[in-house]
Nanobody
Framework: QVQLVESGGGSVQSGGSLRLSCVAS????????MGWFRQAPGKERELVSY???????WYLDSVRGRFTISKDNSKNIMFLQMNNLKPEDTAMYYC???????????????WGQGAQVTVSS
């Protein structure tokens, strides 16, 4: 049974930083595309960043240069370091896994429960 558990959300002021963590059980990170999504109230869920199975990294344009994704395959843990946060980054952030490794937004089939990130101006 696959389980993804996020932690590290919170409330910060604009310009602040937060680090999200995602611990997985029941899957092997190196065999999946692992990513972070977010969903703000009234908006569609969007893919923020991911690690492909070959280790390449992708970022949403609006977070590139401010967010950094990393992982430790030996511990099945993934991080999203978020710096210079802006009010528009406010959302529920989800860790997700795509077992087929295609890294398309619609292919992520396993999800965590979400971690709330709130950025005030």
């Amino acid at each position: 049974q696959v389980q993804l558990v996020e932690s590290g959300g919170g409330s910060v002021q604009s310009g602040g930083s937060l680090r999200l963590s995602c611990v997985a059980s029941g899957l092997i990170y190196s065999r999946h595309c692992m990513g972070w999504f977010r969903q703000a109230p009234g908006k569609e869920r969007e893919l923020v960043s991911y690690f492909s199975r070959d280790g390449s990294i992708w970022y949403l344009d609006s977070v590139r240069g401010r967010f950094t994704i990393s992982k430790d395959n030996s511990k099945n843990i993934m991080f999203l370091q978020m710096n210079n946060l802006k009010p528009e980054d406010t959302a529920m952030y989800y860790c997700a896994a795509d077992p087929r490794g295609w890294c398309r937004a619609g292919d992520f089939g396993f999800w965590g429960q979400g971690a709330q990130v709130t950025v005030s101006s």
